[in-house]
């Protein structure tokens, strides 16, 4: 899992909605420095997500959900769409041609998973409110 310039802008996002309070979108891009171009698109990952909820109108924004303050770093890259594989072949769907040749089990896969869990487990513990 790589942490990209889109998981860096949505936690600048949830760190300006952390306190509850209506947001513009403006006022979120001013404030932590994010690109327009991307914080509508972040906005809605972190919205079907259930982070935050956005509504629509003149008097319209954004702001933070209950769950919140109970979501995990693992929540957050799991919501904006990263790539939650170390190497390629820890997808399921990869089919190896190294395995398929030796017919045997790839020391090298066997070491990314377990790397990939302990990743994920860490990930899975560290709570979004401890960032602010």
């Not at 949505?10 to 209506?22: F, H, K, Q, T």
């Not at 395995?99 to 089990?105: D, E, H, S, W």
Request: with cysteine; aromatic share 8%; proline share 2%.
């Amino acid at each position: 899992m790589l942490l990209t310039r889109e998981s860096d802008y949505a936690l600048r996002i949830l760190r300006e909605l952390s306190d509850g309070e209506l947001r513009t979108v403006g006022d979120i891009c001013e404030r932590e420095a994010v690109p327009n171009q991307f914080a509508y698109k972040i906005l809605k990952k972190l919205e079907i997500a259930g982070l935050i909820r956005i509504m629509r109108g003149a008097r319209g924004g954004c702001r933070c959900t209950d769950r919140l303050g109970e979501a995990t770093l693992y929540d957050v890259l799991h919501a904006v769409g990263e790539n939650q594989y170390l190497n390629a072949c820890m997808d399921p769907k990869y089919e190896c041609i190294w395995k398929q040749k030796y017919n045997k089990v790839c020391k090298v896969h066997e070491r990314l998973e377990l790397l990939g869990k302990s990743l994920e487990d860490e990930l899975k513990s560290i709570y979004i409110r401890d960032f602010f």
